[in-house]
């Protein structure tokens, strides 16, 4: 791939609200027109993006895997045939792609889900082998997923779980354990955030919760766990107009300069709530198109059909 | 009877752990046995059965679930059939309990006489004591007609008994006016809290008799006129089954006093009742054999129309003693009466205890039982609900924890006769020793009078070491066609996706499986009314756990 195809392609990402998060990638960049569609293949990012980082101060670096392939835990059965993706710093990445394409699985991976087995590839995590990790050190380092259909834990209260996972992670920081009492003036304010009352903390773990309240409960805890890489998987699913928008609301007001998000969704309408920076789609375990909300559009009007034609 | 058709579903399970299996099943999921096609039976009395008996070794860090779920809904008459070679055996377990001996059995010989030589308490009044001796009379009559419960008894399969036939059973004679306990200790804290207290089968103390209507005490505290207004009436009378039960007989014979709690008709009482069952003498310990000191304590609960009632049941006693509790409890509940019924067995752990629940519930009544047994080495707890009438409503939930040579038994029978009735019943049972055993047999009976009945049976039992073995009998009998029953059971490890759960929030494996360990229990602590006895049995389960190596030692209370 020359510069030339690299440089347009990467004008393509400079949308205007890009330029907004990250100017001195404009500032080179001068991204005055878009092309009307243009795709690339991810691997292309992947090079603007250590040519960008070469040339000036361009975000950190937060996620960055290549090739990484994975099979369903003691059998042969691929799910992901070399995904590569980087995320960097006050990105936001939405993964898009028809049922079974591997969405899901990807992210499950990220985290260590023992129902999947790492083949191949490496991803690395703020510099660090994510692989070589426990689930459990995976969240303390600052990555976090929440669940598509997280599961009940009859017996144990919810703020007995935020408060554990919580202070898991500090003790794994060095930092003082959270009181009782301390924690709860800690979450309250993440709590109203969420338009969400204290008496759910009363409740057990996802016990009885609508599927609203659970998709909103896995939101509270990465408020209370803080994490630099948030892993959306589904958030939308299940979600009536009103809690879509107080997830999303809550999302954005997590957003930081030194935090990123990868969503995975279906529709469109998650995205006009949450930006994103780029849009990926899966295919048969493989991100095999990457651009911008745009293409959430074209994906939204003609289906899976009309981009595979397209490219 | 002659054109009912009868669909009995029932699952037995024996399930134990032992290590290093090759991978039977798949590491997650359901092993679900279909219920084949429904076909419809001629208008005869059939019986069907939908079940197997299940023999497994398993590795322990493997999952197996076994649910069986019948629903019988609408008009359709719908009948499940699949092969089983326990079905006969199964339908008839109840009455195997009680076929006549084919001569005296010795030792029940011995024990009774033993047992009808104890005086009553000297305060009862000659109408007292003629209440209790006509319940002695007919006891005593059972219980020569009723043989020692062996394992070829199917109800007692899985109990093994033989052990307390072998040692010396004496009844206890001489009891203590003064427990010793620290009512402080049971969150009873001054006279104005309701207590009653029994010592060894015998009534030492309790909060004034009369408050507010209620009545809680002795049958020696109560006049001639309501002992033969409500005790006569109604004691042993709950269930037919309560005279023909062996252990149920025994306790007539040797009871000596009776504790009654009578709520009168609308009165709905706002802080619970609590009664503490206390053991403080052991058998003799010089002696070849070992030695048991029997008691057998008695309660008589009758509740009135409208009225509501908390009781709190707990049964403790001296830690390395050698006793038996053979407790009796009967609970009379009139129209729209409810009772909310805790009970915590937190016996010694050389002891034995048995215990018999017997519920006759009326009209638009409610009970709801939550149970936790903890100690004791042998613990038979049987229960008997009946319903007298249509519109009620029965809970159980009961957590069973067995650890190093303890068997943990729980035997209920809920029979529904009546339209649109309400069961629903959650047992769970942790078993974290190899040579710890626990035993579940849950029957529903659905009479052909009970149409539109909900009733659910749920049984998860959780082993935690090699060879640590649960035996479960979730079974239906339902002869109506116009009712929803569901009855399952899963016999497991943790289910992993809970572990991965807390894993992805950063909380480690150890610390994930200890929470969730103490929380399976705790779904049924968490039922219990009163905070106080929620607080100590959770506190007792944990350090139970935790003396069992079955937890990390570092996990606090929650």
């Given at each position: 791939m020359?510069a030339?195809?690299c440089l347009?392609?990467?004008?393509?990402?400079s949308?205007?609200?890009l330029a907004?998060?990250?100017?001195?990638?404009?500032s080179?960049?001068?991204?005055?027109k878009?092309p009307a569609f243009l795709?690339?293949?991810?691997?292309a990012?992947?090079?603007?993006?250590?040519?960008?980082s070469?040339?000036?101060?361009?975000p950190?670096?937060?996620?960055k895997?290549e090739?990484?392939?994975?099979?369903?835990a003691?059998t042969?059965?691929?799910?992901?045939r070399g995904?590569n993706?980087t995320?960097?710093?006050?990105?936001?990445h939405?993964?898009?792609?028809?049922?079974?394409?591997g969405?899901?699985?990807?992210?499950?991976v990220?985290?260590?889900?023992p129902?999947?087995?790492?083949?191949g590839?490496?991803?690395?995590?703020?510099?660090?082998d994510l692989?070589?990790?426990?689930?459990?050190?995976?969240?303390?380092?600052g990555?976090?997923?929440s669940?598509?259909?997280?599961?009940?834990?009859?017996g144990?209260s919810?703020?007995?779980?935020?408060?554990?996972?919580?202070?898991a992670?500090?003790a794994?920081?060095?930092?003082?354990?959270?009181g009782?009492?301390e924690?709860?003036?800690?979450l309250?304010?993440?709590l109203?955030?969420l338009?969400?009352?204290p008496t759910?903390?009363?409740?057990?773990?996802?016990?009885?919760?609508?599927g609203g309240?659970?998709?909103r409960?896995?939101?509270?805890?990465?408020?209370?766990?803080?994490a630099?890489?948030?892993?959306l998987?589904?958030?939308?699913?299940?979600?009536d107009v009103?809690?879509l928008?107080d997830?999303?609301?809550?999302?954005n007001?997590?957003r930081?300069?030194?935090?990123?998000?990868?969503?995975i969704?279906?529709?469109?309408?998650?995205l006009?709530y949450?930006k994103?920076?780029?849009v990926?789609i899966m295919?048969?375990?493989?991100?095999?198109?990457?651009?911008?909300?745009?293409l959430?559009?074209q994906?939204?009007?003609?289906?899976?059909?009309?981009?595979?034609?397209?490219? | 009877?002659?054109?009912?058709?009868?669909?009995?579903?029932s699952?037995?399970v024996?399930?134990?752990?032992?290590?290093?299996e090759?991978?039977?099943?798949?590491?997650?999921?359901?092993?679900?046995?279909?219920?084949?096609?429904?076909?419809?039976l001629?208008?005869?009395?059939?019986t069907s059965s939908l079940?197997s008996?299940?023999?497994?070794?398993?590795?322990?860090?493997?999952?197996?679930?076994?649910y069986?779920?019948?629903?019988?809904?609408?008009?359709?008459r719908?009948?499940?059939w699949?092969?089983?070679?326990a079905?006969?055996?199964?339908?008839s377990?109840?009455k195997?309990?009680?076929v006549?001996?084919?001569?005296?059995?010795?030792?029940v010989f011995?024990?009774?006489?033993?047992?009808?030589?104890?005086?009553?308490?000297?305060a009862?009044?000659?109408?007292?004591?003629e209440a209790?001796?006509h319940?002695?009379?007919?006891?005593a009559e059972?219980?020569l007609?009723l043989?020692?419960?062996?394992?070829?008894?199917?109800?007692?399969r899985?109990?093994d008994?033989?052990?307390?036939?072998?040692?010396?059973?004496?009844?206890v004679?001489?009891?203590?006016q003064?427990?010793?306990?620290?009512l402080?200790?049971?969150?009873?804290?001054?006279?104005?809290?309701?207590?009653?207290?029994?010592?060894d089968?015998?009534?030492?103390?309790?909060?004034?008799n009369?408050?507010?209507?209620?009545?809680?005490?002795?049958?020696a505290?109560?006049?001639d006129?309501?002992i033969?207004?409500?005790?006569?009436k109604?004691?042993?009378?709950s269930?037919?089954?309560i005279?023909?039960?062996?252990?149920?007989?025994?306790?007539?014979?040797?009871?000596?006093e009776?504790?009654?709690?009578?709520?009168?008709e609308?009165?709905?009482?706002?802080?619970p009742?609590?009664?503490i069952?206390?053991?403080?003498e052991?058998?003799?310990?010089d002696?070849?054999k070992?030695?048991y000191?029997?008691?057998?304590?008695?309660?008589?609960?009758l509740?009135?129309?409208?009225?509501?009632?908390?009781?709190i049941?707990e049964?403790?006693?001296?830690?390395?003693?050698?006793y038996?509790?053979?407790a009796?409890?009967?609970?009379?509940?009139?129209?729209?009466?409810?009772i909310?019924?805790n009970?915590v067995?937190?016996?010694a752990r050389?002891?034995?205890?048995?215990k018999q629940?017997?519920?006759?519930?009326?009209?638009c009544?409610?009970?709801?039982?939550?149970?936790a047994?903890?100690?004791?080495?042998l613990?038979?707890h049987?229960?008997?609900?009946q319903?007298?009438?249509?519109?009620?409503?029965?809970?159980?939930?009961?957590?069973?924890?067995?650890g190093?040579?303890?068997?943990?038994?729980l035997?209920s029978?809920?029979?529904?006769?009546?339209p649109r009735?309400?069961?629903?019943?959650l047992?769970?049972?942790?078993?974290?020793?190899?040579?710890?055993?626990g035993?579940?047999d849950?029957?529903v009976?659905?009479?052909?009078?009970?149409?539109?009945?909900?009733?659910g049976?749920?049984?998860?039992?959780?082993?935690?070491a090699?060879?640590?073995?649960?035996?479960?009998?979730?079974?239906?009998?339902?002869?109506?066609?116009?009712?929803?029953?569901s009855?399952?059971a899963a016999?497991?490890d943790?289910?992993?996706?809970q572990?991965f759960?807390?894993?992805?929030?950063?909380?480690?494996?150890?610390?994930?499986?200890?929470t969730?360990?103490?929380?399976?229990?705790?779904?049924?602590?968490?039922q219990?009314?009163?905070k106080?006895?929620?607080q100590?049995a959770e506190?007792?389960?944990?350090e139970f756990?935790q003396?069992?190596?079955?937890?990390k030692t570092s996990?606090?209370?929650?």
């Open positions: 020359d030339m195809v347009r392609a990467a004008s393509a990402y949308s205007p609200r907004l998060k990250s100017p001195t990638a404009t080179i960049l001068h991204a005055s878009r795709c690339i293949r991810n691997v990012a992947i090079e603007i993006g250590q040519e960008m070469s040339r000036n101060d361009s950190k670096v937060l996620l895997v090739g990484l392939t994975a099979v369903v003691g042969d059965t691929e799910i992901l995904m993706l995320i960097r710093e006050g990105e936001v939405a993964i898009m792609g028809k049922n079974g394409s969405k899901s699985t990807f992210s499950k990220l985290v260590g889900h129902d999947y087995e790492v083949t590839g490496t991803a690395v995590f703020k510099g660090e692989f070589e990790k426990e689930p459990e050190e995976r969240s303390h380092a990555l976090f997923m669940f598509q259909s997280p599961v009940e834990v009859p144990v919810n703020m007995d779980f935020l408060r554990m996972s919580c202070n992670r500090r794994a920081q060095g930092l003082p354990e959270l009782p009492l924690f709860y003036g800690f309250s304010p993440k109203s955030a338009n969400m009352s759910f903390l009363d409740r057990n773990v996802n016990e009885g919760f609508s309240e659970k998709k409960n896995e939101i509270l805890q990465l408020a209370v766990l803080e630099d890489l948030a892993i998987d589904e958030i939308d699913s299940g979600l009103d809690a928008r997830v999303a609301n809550a999302v007001g997590l930081k300069s030194t935090n990123a998000v990868l969503m969704t279906h529709y469109q309408r998650l006009d949450i994103p920076t780029f990926h295919e048969k375990g493989q991100i095999v198109k990457t651009g911008d909300a745009l959430a559009k994906l939204e009007a003609g289906g899976y059909e009309a981009l595979s034609a397209g490219s | 009877m002659a054109a009912a058709s009868i669909a009995t579903s699952l037995q024996s399930c134990s752990t032992i290590a290093a090759s991978k039977l099943l798949p590491r997650r999921g359901f092993c679900l046995f279909a219920p084949g096609k429904s076909i419809s001629p208008p005869t009395l059939a079940g008996i299940i023999g497994m070794q398993r590795h322990p860090n493997l999952q197996i679930s076994i069986i779920d019948v629903k019988i809904h609408g008009s359709a719908k009948n499940f699949v092969k089983n070679s079905t006969a055996a199964e339908i377990s109840s195997q309990q009680n006549p001996s084919f001569g005296p059995d010795d030792f011995d024990l009774a006489e033993k047992l009808e030589e104890l005086d009553y308490v000297s009862l009044s000659a109408t007292g004591k209790l001796s319940l002695r009379e007919h006891s059972t219980t007609s043989q020692w419960p062996t394992n070829k008894v199917e109800a007692y899985f109990t008994l033989r052990f307390l036939r072998n040692s010396n059973v004496e009844p004679r001489q009891c203590p003064d427990t010793g306990i620290e402080a200790d049971f969150g009873i804290r001054s006279n104005a809290d309701i207590h009653l207290v029994f010592a089968g015998v009534i030492s103390s309790s909060s004034s009369w408050k507010d209507g209620v009545f809680v005490g002795s049958i505290a109560l006049s006129d309501h033969e207004e409500f005790v006569i109604k004691l042993g009378k269930a037919e089954w005279n023909t039960d062996f252990f149920a007989s025994l306790n007539g014979i040797g009871v000596r009776l504790g009654v709690v009578i709520v009168p609308g009165v709905k009482m706002q802080s009742l609590h009664i069952y206390h053991s403080s052991g058998g003799s310990k002696g070849e070992q030695s000191a029997l008691s057998c304590p008695r309660l008589l609960v509740v009135g129309k409208e009225a509501e009632v908390t009781i049941e049964f403790v006693g001296e830690k390395g003693e050698f038996w509790s053979n009796v409890g009967e609970f009379f509940i009139e129209e729209h009466g409810r909310c019924h009970y067995q937190n016996q050389e002891a034995v205890h048995i629940t017997c519920v006759a519930q009326k009209q009544s409610s009970y709801e039982l939550v149970e047994a903890i100690g004791s080495k613990n038979r049987n229960i008997h609900i319903q007298l009438g249509p519109d009620t409503s029965t809970k159980m939930s009961s957590f069973l924890l067995a190093q040579r303890q068997l943990q038994d035997h029978r809920l029979i529904l006769s009546h009735g309400f069961a629903r019943q047992h769970k049972c942790i078993v974290m020793h190899s040579s710890g055993h035993v579940f849950g029957n009976k659905v009479n052909r009078y009970a149409q539109q009945t909900d009733a049976q749920l049984s998860r039992s959780l082993l935690l090699p060879r640590a073995t649960v035996s479960v009998k979730p079974n239906l009998q339902i002869i109506a066609d116009d009712v929803k029953c009855h399952g016999i497991s943790l289910e992993e996706e572990i759960y807390f894993q992805a929030r950063g909380i480690d494996p150890q610390t994930a499986r200890s969730l360990v103490f929380s399976f229990g705790a779904e049924i602590l968490q219990f009314k009163n106080n006895l929620q100590r506190k007792t389960v944990m756990l003396s069992e190596g079955a937890i996990i606090q209370e929650a």
